[in-house]
């Protein structure tokens, strides 16, 4: 099945035009999530100041179980 690619694919296609040694990919690789992880977490922390939550809600979720049973 064929997808069409989003435009943040085809500006890394772009940029990336002729072959790169494994080294340098495994550093875009690496920057990429790092950026990424970034953003998460940025999110996340805005997200929990809305909330109002603080530290305790860390420890209180870490005694807790999340999974549901089918």
Excluded: C
């Amino acid at each position: 099945m064929a997808t069409a690619l989003n435009s943040t694919q085809l500006e890394i296609l772009k940029l990336f035009r002729n072959e790169q040694p494994e080294e340098e990919l495994q550093e875009i690789k690496s920057l990429l999530i790092a950026y990424l992880a970034n953003k998460v977490t940025f999110e996340a922390d805005k997200a929990f100041a809305e909330k109002g939550y603080a530290e305790t809600i860390f420890e209180k979720w870490k005694q807790e179980h999340f999974r549901k049973t089918a």
